[in-house]
């Protein structure tokens, strides 16, 4: 599959900032969390050596879940957290 550029609003856990994010359709979650967080950790928010996940809609996605596959829709927002 063809990776395209695709805008999407993603927040930290314990940020207050909300950033737009560009990342691929072909992304998986893994880097799609990596991403939002680099605009955040060590910034705003303290490093955290749990791993983080990403939350759409309040369902937590699957670590090798694209975005194309999550049904992410370009500007929706996404969040990063470290479950529990």
Do not use: C, W, Y
């Not at 309040?58 to 049904?71: C, H, P, S």
């Amino acid at each position: 599959m063809i990776m395209a550029p695709f805008p999407v609003q993603g927040i930290t856990e314990g940020d207050f900032v909300v950033v737009l994010v560009p990342v691929d359709t072909e992304d998986p979650m893994t880097t799609v969390a990596e991403k939002i967080a680099h605009h955040a950790v060590n910034r705003r928010v303290p490093e955290n050596d749990r791993p983080m996940v990403v939350r759409h809609n309040g369902r937590v996605l699957a670590a090798d879940t694209t975005v194309v596959d999550a049904g992410v829709a370009p500007l929706d927002v996404l969040e990063v957290v470290h479950p529990s």
